[in-house]
């Protein structure tokens, strides 16, 4: 940990312990645990000196040593004490070996020890967050990963409390570093379902509707490409579903090999997927369109059946009006109108708008529904 105070950025990740001796009795305070002391020979308390508290004046109980170490040895959690003047860490409890793999002595005596094994990524915040607790007397809990013994890094909670010294000569830092890894590979589980589609690994259609409506604030052209897969319902339906699912992870796997790494991919859903393409205006959108059928072309091999796999492209370009919905609608009936076409790509017109209006009339009963039931 940095020394705030140092503009060479010279540093030790501390942990302390205050205590003073006096006769003929020794008392050593432990903030981290509010209220709890060590004495240690003598026959009364006495006051704990700089950085403790007066046991004379104060109802707080006494613990002993050997109560106290049973205290914090029983704790899943590294507890760690620190002077805030130069961060010289001096105590670290035992669990630092069973958690971390490191016995406390090298965290005691090794330059730096916290800060080396932080990761790159977090480094940096990690200090800065903890050296502006330290300037203004904050409490803090961070979170960051920790290089253990075993090379691997881990996620830990650390819970750093800043303390005054009571002769205001400066102050200490009393901290709880609690691993919980296993917490975050829960937290990054559920949002990674909750924005992917659990079958091909594609976005799931609410995240694509939000990536449509923030590209659609973007002043850059894009372009919306949609995809469906050709003869999917005869797979599915002649040789299960299992061969179907497997389909589509497939066709997943070509489409995001095919992309450009500022597109985006996503399955909306059944066997239809989209494309948001950044930065395409009409020809380059086309294309685009030409790459990802190509992509997919071509036979597969799936549960012992060779199946060839062919995609139509509907293409809607951004155009700084309507709605993500209405471009939605567009590239889908611009994809219904390439089935008609050898090529498989179409760009969407307004034309295409009222021949998708003419195909829902025949799956649209005019009038008022009939009598003694609900409409279908």
């Not at 704790?75 to 409890?93: H, N, P, Q, R």
């Not at 730096?112 to 409490?139: C, G, K, Q, Y």
């Not at 379902?193 to 850059?220: C, K």
Request: glycine share 10%; net charge negative.
């Amino acid at each position: 940990m940095r020394n705030p105070d140092s503009s060479t950025g010279g540093s030790t990740r501390a942990v302390a312990r205050a205590s003073r001796s006096t006769a003929p009795t020794q008392i050593r305070t432990f903030a981290g645990i509010p209220g709890t002391s060590l004495v240690q020979g003598g026959d009364s308390p006495r006051h704990a000196g700089e950085g403790g508290i007066d046991l004379t004046a104060s109802p707080r109980p006494i613990v002993g040593k050997s109560r106290f170490d049973d205290l914090v040895s029983s704790l899943d959690a590294i507890v760690w004490e620190a002077d805030g003047d130069d961060y010289k860490m001096t105590f670290v409890s035992p669990r630092s070996m069973d958690i971390a793999g490191y016995p406390p002595e090298m965290w005691l005596h090794e330059p730096e020890f916290w800060e080396r094994h932080l990761h790159p990524d977090d480094r940096e915040r990690a200090m800065a967050v903890t050296d502006a607790a330290i300037r203004a007397l904050n409490s803090i809990r961070i979170e960051y990963r920790f290089r253990v013994a075993s090379g691997q890094y881990r996620w830990f909670s650390d819970v750093i409390r800043v303390i005054r010294k009571s002769d205001g000569s400066g102050h200490r830092l009393v901290g709880v570093m609690i691993d919980i890894t296993d917490q975050k590979l829960i937290e990054e589980t559920l949002a990674y379902r909750a924005t992917h589609d659990t079958l091909t690994g594609l976005l799931n259609r609410e995240q694509l509707d939000l990536e449509l409506a923030r590209v659609h604030q973007m002043a850059e052209p894009w372009a919306l490409l949609f995809l469906d897969l050709n003869g999917f319902k005869d797979v599915n339906d002649g040789l299960g579903h299992s061969v179907g699912d497997e389909v589509l992870r497939i066709v997943a796997k070509r489409l995001a090999a095919a992309t450009r790494p500022d597109d985006i991919v996503a399955r909306f859903g059944g066997d239809e997927f989209c494309v948001l393409a950044c930065g395409a205006e009409r020809d380059a959108a086309v294309v685009i369109a030409h790459r990802l059928r190509d992509a997919v072309h071509g036979a597969a091999t799936v549960g012992g059946h060779t199946l060839r796999l062919t995609v139509t492209v509907g293409i809607a370009l951004a155009a700084g009006i309507g709605s993500p919905e209405t471009l939605l609608r567009q590239a889908d009936a611009a994809m219904y109108s390439a089935k008609s076409l050898e090529a498989g790509v179409a760009v969407y017109e307004p034309w295409m708008r009222k021949a998708a209006l003419l195909r829902l009339n025949d799956v649209v009963e005019e009038g008022p529904p009939r009598s003694g039931g609900a409409a279908e």
